[in-house]
């Protein structure tokens, strides 16, 4: 049997064309981009001299907000979860997670863990009294009308 062509990516191109979709996706760089809002070097979220939000991203969710506050994923979840990016806005976290596709495969069937994941948030934050609010961003391959 003869192997048939990758044409969509997959193995090593899966990794590159994700890292360059999550450089031009990045919410750090463009909160630091926005004219209204700067970044300072504890990663708040600055309008004026106001803090308006804390931004944290991947194991610095855990280092830098829950474990502080005695939270110990361990003895919540059974996996770390590490947002690829996150805000904390008065007392609602934003969880971003970043997808992208080329062609059939197995992300698109990772969107359907939303609410698993979603639920596995709330039960970090509940003990903390912090609400969790979690998005996808998507690359223009989801835009596409499912066969």
């Known amino acids: 049997m003869s192997r048939v062509p990758n044409t969509v990516g997959g193995g090593a191109r899966t990794n590159l064309n994700g890292l360059q979709f999550e450089g031009r996706t990045d919410l750090k760089e463009a909160i630091k981009k926005h004219p209204d809002y700067h ?6 979220v600055i309008k004026g001299n106001i803090v308006v939000a804390q931004y944290f991203e991947k194991n610095g969710l855990y280092k830098k907000l829950l474990e502080p506050k005695g939270i110990k994923y361990r003895t919540v979840i059974s996996k ?5 990016g996150a805000l904390l806005v008065d ?3 934003y969880i971003v997670e970043k997808k992208y596709q080329a062609g ?7 969107l359907q863990t ?4 979603k639920k596995q948030y709330q039960k970090l934050f509940n003990p903390i009294g912090i609400n969790v609010e979690f998005f996808y961003v998507l690359n223009r391959w989801f835009e596409q009308e499912c066969n």
Do not use: M
């Open 39 to 44: 970044l300072n070097e504890k990663e708040q």
């Open 80 to 84: 770390k979860l590490l947002p690829d």
């Open 91 to 93: 007392n609602t976290i």
């Open 104 to 110: 059939a495969g197995s992300v698109d069937e990772k």
């Open 114 to 117: 939303c609410d698993f994941k």
